[in-house]
Each structure stands twice: as structure tokens, then as C-alpha cells.
T-cell receptor, first 115, second 116 residues
């Protein structure tokens, strides 16, 4: 596997379910990110992890719970979601360079539908 | 706060023509990075090109070039000799000079359709 992978690619869940999204990067990067892409809205940053430490939580509801056990893996645990949480969830990774020089590389995304 | 504006929701271009996708940005930071990404219908966000705020020359990557006009705060993407495979959503994004691992701010995107 190369680059950034995400599983599952598609997920349908009920509002009372608990599920997890997985992201893995094979680029030797130090930082990982979760973004949400809803229809007709720009991509929204959700969480940032740098060297396994969460450095940013962009006012995300607590029904989304991230986990970063190491620099290569990132999870997004989901519980009691709402239909408006249906979206494409994109994971990205980067080296974590300062000075605006940090290029992020994205995975293929998980398309989530909440019934 | 940063802001990215893409004023072209959709564009139709004939194959082999050059196309310019507009992007303007707003930031109070002195050091920042500007990026363009391509998103085909499959959903993956593909990195195309990067321009640093202190770079004096416009960035180029194959058929892609970035027309960077710092005083006007614009960072337009130019695709030369367009191909049918260029049909996709294109997003302009920026990051700022934080301590590293800073999130990207994205524009709303431009849907580019290349016609044969």
C-alpha cells in the first residue's frame, strides 16, 4: 500500500450505531488530519494530530471522537450521529513543516450516510 | 482568519485549450502557503501545485502553473493544453505560518468540464 488509505470507502449507519473510520498513511509523515466535506460546503477541518498529539479540535461535536495511536494511524469513532452528519470524510497527512510550507496528501475518503 | 474565494462555480472548456481557474485569498499572515487540489468524481483530493508566499517565481508542475500576484492576493491555476481527464472539481486552499501541522482553509471549488 502506498500513500494514504481509508477504510471503509462507504458506510451506512443508523443514528444509534457506533462505527469507526480508519486512516493509514505510508508516507512517513508526522501529522494527520480529519476533514468533512458536505454537499455545497467547503471542506471543513475537524481534527489535527501532530506526533500523535491532538493540536486542533475545530469545535466538532462530541459524537465524533478521534484517536491517533501512532503517527501512521488515525481513527474517527462515530456514535449517535445525526442525518446532517452524512458527508465525505477525508483523511490527510503531512510532514508537519512550519512556515506555510506543509503539503497535505489525502486519502480517497469514506462516504458516510446516516439514516 | 483566512478566507479563500473561488468565483467560478463551473466552467466548460474545449479540449486542448488553456484554462485559468480563479482564486483570491485573504490573510493577515506574512508567511503562508497556497495550494491547488483536484477532486475527480471518485472523491480523492489530489495535490497539484504549491506556492509559498515568499517564492519570487510562479510555481509550475508539468501542465499546471500558478499565476501568483501577491499584491492582488490572487493565486490562479493555469492548465495548459487541457485534456478530457482534467474534468473534475478544483479547490484552492491555503495554510498559514503556524508551528507546523496547520489545517488548510479551502474555497468552494470550481467544477471544470472539458468538452471534446
Amino acid at each position: 500500500e502506498t500513500g494514504v488509505t481509508q477504510t471503509p470507502r462507504h458506510l451506512v449507519m443508523g443514528m444509534t450505531n457506533k462505527k469507526s473510520l480508519k486512516c493509514e498513511q505510508h508516507l512517513g509523515h508526522n501529522a494527520m488530519y480529519w476533514y468533512k466535506q458536505s454537499a455545497k460546503k467547503p471542506l471543513e477541518l475537524m481534527f489535527v494530530y501532530n506526533f500523535k498529539e491532538q493540536t486542533e479540535n475545530n469545535s466538532v461535536p462530541s459524537r465524533f471522537s478521534p484517536e491517533c495511536p501512532n503517527s501512521s494511524h488515525l481513527f474517527l469513532h462515530l456514535h449517535t450521529l445525526q442525518p446532517e452528519d452524512s458527508a465525505l470524510y477525508l483523511c490527510a497527512s503531512s510532514r508537519g513543516l512550519a512556515g506555510g510550507r506543509d503539503t497535505q496528501y489525502f486519502g480517497p475518503g469514506t462516504r458516510l450516510t446516516v439514516l | 482568519a483566512q478566507k479563500i474565494t473561488q468565483t467560478q462555480p463551473g466552467m466548460f472548456v474545449q479540449e486542448k485549450e488553456a484554462v485559468t481557474l480563479d482564486c483570491t485569498y485573504d490573510t493577515s499572515d506574512q508567511s503562508y502557503g497556497l495550494f491547488w487540489y483536484k477532486q475527480p468524481s471518485s472523491g480523492e483530493m489530489i495535490f497539484l501545485i504549491y506556492q509559498g508566499s515568499y517564492d519570487e517565481q510562479n510555481a509550475t508542475e508539468g501542465r499546471y502553473s500558478l499565476n501568483f500576484q501577491k499584491a492582488r492576493k490572487s493565486a490562479n491555476l493555469v492548465i495548459s493544453a487541457s485534456q478530457l481527464g482534467d474534468s473534475a472539481m478544483y479547490f484552492c486552499a491555503m495554510t498559514y505560518s503556524g508551528g507546523g501541522a496547520d489545517g488548510l482553509t479551502f474555497g468552494k471549488g470550481t467544477h471544470l468540464i472539458i468538452q471534446p
